[in-house]
């Protein structure tokens, strides 16, 4: 069998089919979750399940790459989302290893389309931290302080991750679309641009940019992920060339 040269989405090399099958990339869900709209990208079929098609796979990676690298060099902001347990900690490592804003607890509704809200919601978290720091609670009584701390906790969860936001995002990269169907609508509301690994059982139409891909192995959403913060990297070195 002849491999394909690498495709490579500008700097980027988009790995040869043989690496994303090591990494889980190819294995979809059993037949009977089978979403229609994923046809075009399924290989075939082993014992009860889909196998996904790496060549295509290899080819919407790129595009997708691509076009996270040209929006981040016009100064485009990606949120990273993934709050399944198998996705969090490697949504929340590559996001802050690229420097961008991130949300792996919980999704809060309206936060795309209700933006405003959300903004003075990471002020109050951003300003009681500063308060914190700064020594300011010495102040207050230990029962004070003590409600003070359980309130900081509680917006550190659910804003801790979208402290760099200044604006809506650019664009939102998404693991597990079952699992964030109201970021989803929320983003396609607001007409924001959607990059997602998509595996077998979901509609790969509702995002702008699908990547055909297994998003349950930690090893395929890793492999996927980190592609995905190079890209973010690689948009924001265009950036500082063209200064």
Known sequence: MVIPAPKKSNNIEVPEAVELAKAGVHLGHKTTKRSPQMDPYIYGLKNTIHIIDLEKTREMLKKALDFIIEEVSQGGVVLFLGTKPSAREIIKKYAQKSGSPYVVNRWLGGTLTNFDVIMKQ???????????????????????????????????????????????????????LQKEKTAV?????????????????????????????????????????????????EGREKIKDKK
């Open 122 to 176: 990471i002020g109050k978290f951003k300003k009681m931290n500063q308060e914190k720091e700064k020594g300011e609670w010495e102040k207050y009584t230990k029962k004070e302080a003590l409600e003070k701390e359980r309130e900081l906790e509680r917006l550190k969860k659910l804003f801790g991750g979208l402290i760099l936001l200044e604006k809506r995002p650019d664009i939102v990269y998404i693991v597990d």
């Open 185 to 233: 609508r929320e983003a396609k509301r607001t007409k924001i641009p959607t990059v997602a690994m998509v595996d077998t059982n979901a509609n790969p139409t509702l995002v702008t940019h699908p990547i055909p891909a297994n998003d349950d192995a930690i090893k395929s959403i890793e492999l996927i992920t980190s592609l995905v913060a190079r890209a973010v990297e």
